[in-house]
């Protein structure tokens, strides 16, 4: 997993002047990420972070709900063990590596790494990481890797407060790909974990369709099936298109930015409960948008 670039410069002074953060793993690699970066530079005050926690390179088209899961699993044990396992090593490094366009055969990095450690569960110590970097790239090929890895790694190197920051999970119920058993793993996996659990159904677009007065008088049984209008757009990101100009590579949050406490009061018209949102059309994000505006 890895956080952007721009949180990861900031983080410096965390130190000093520390603000609770609300660490979000969602769902779209675009839309959501966008939306919530937007957000926090926005109406949320200095008081408190919004990181969101992307997925690695490696793994950026995998979008299932329960990948989703053992992303924040890995977050919390990484965390939460003073170390980090060899896997997020390994993706660490690989993201490194892409993000800088170096030309270098990571297989041979990742062999070195089984040699040493055997599995890709097994959690390296903090304290054995800068003796393993230097091990890890001494040959002469991975000079520039040698010299930005660890600050690349340090940048990537966020806190975790059990008792001031917030883990959140950001998902669509679109139930043509996330069966219903595989719901209640995730609510259950949230409720024992700490973890708090924010669903859109059918998808994120109908959260942002909520800043728009246009979707009162929609037909919900049309933002709930949400059916392909042509080959790569369904009906709730065809009719933001026609509103606002949307597209999920390109969400412009100042399309939203003005309208966001009236969609966090258009949410209680529609279902907010994660037993109801299992089947029926609504939103909890509003909720998760407001508990920040809260802790302000």
């Not at 304290?127 to 970097?133: G, I, K, P, T, Y």
């Given at each position: 997993m890895r956080i952007n670039e721009k949180f990861a410069i900031s983080r410096q002074s965390e130190i000093k002047n520390y603000r609770p953060k609300y660490?979000?793993?969602s769902?779209?690699?675009n839309s959501e990420p966008m939306y919530f970066d937007g957000l926090n530079d926005s109406i949320i005050s200095e008081n408190i972070r919004i990181i969101n926690i992307l997925?690695?390179?490696a793994s950026i088209c995998n979008s299932h709900p329960s990948f989703i899961v053992e992303m924040i699993k890995e977050f919390i044990l990484n965390v939460t063990s003073n170390g980090l396992t060899v896997l997020e090593l390994k993706n660490k490094i690989d993201n490194c590596i892409r993000e800088n366009d170096y030309n270098i055969n990571i297989e041979d990095i990742y062999q070195e790494l089984i040699l040493l450690y055997k599995k890709d569960s097994y959690v390296i110590k903090r304290?054995?990481?800068?003796?393993?970097?230097l091990?890890?790239?001494k040959s002469e090929i991975y000079k520039d890797l040698a010299i930005n890895f660890p600050l690349y790694f340090e940048t990537q190197n966020v806190t975790y407060s059990?008792?001031?920051d917030k883990l959140n999970i950001v998902i669509d119920r679109d139930q043509q790909n996330f069966k219903d058993n595989q719901y209640d793993e995730v609510v259950n996996f949230c409720n024992e974990n700490g973890?708090?659990?924010?669903?859109?159904n059918p998808t994120f677009e109908f959260w942002l369709m909520l800043h728009f007065p246009e979707v009162e008088i929609e037909d919900k049984t049309k933002m709930l099936e949400n059916r392909y209008v042509n080959k790569s757009r369904r009906y709730l990101e065809k009719r933001l298109h026609e509103i606002c100009k949307y597209k999920k590579s390109k969400l412009n949050f100042k399309d939203f930015e003005p309208y966001i406490y009236d969609a966090i009061k258009r949410e209680k018209k529609y279902k907010e409960n994660l037993n109801d949102l299992k089947s029926e059309l609504g939103s909890n994000v509003g909720l998760l948008i407001n508990d920040m505006l809260n802790n302000n």
């Open positions: 660490f979000i793993v769902e779209g690699s997925r690695d390179y304290e054995n990481l800068s003796d393993l970097f091990h890890l790239f059990k008792t001031r973890v708090n659990l924010y669903v859109s």
